[in-house]
C-alpha cells in the first residue's frame, strides 16, 4: 500500500435503476446515460440474433 491510497469508497461503475442521482455531478449523469445507450444497443443486437434464429427454425419446421 502506498502513502496516497484513496480508501475513500468508489462510485460504481454501473448504474443501478431506481438509485438517488441527486448526488450526482451533470458529467456523472452523463456517463451514466451512455452507459445504459450502450446497453440498450447491445440488447437491440442480442434480439435481432435470437429473431433470426427463432425465424430460422419456424422456417425448417414448416417444411
Known amino acids: 500500500m502506498g ?4 480508501d475513500r469508497p ?3 461503475s454501473q448504474h443501478e ?3 438517488d442521482l441527486s448526488l450526482l455531478s451533470v458529467e ?3 456517463l451514466r446515460v451512455a452507459l445504459l445507450e450502450a446497453e440498450i444497443q447491445r440488447l437491440l443486437a ?3 440474433t435470437k ?3 427463432r425465424k430460422a427454425a419456424d422456417q ?3 417444411l
Open 17 to 19: 435503476i431506481g438509485s
Open 3 to 6: 502513502l496516497f491510497d484513496d
Open 28 to 30: 456523472e449523469i452523463d
Open 10 to 12: 468508489k462510485k460504481p
Open 46 to 48: 442480442e434480439r435481432k
Open 51 to 53: 429473431e433470426a434464429g
Open 60 to 62: 425448417l419446421f414448416k
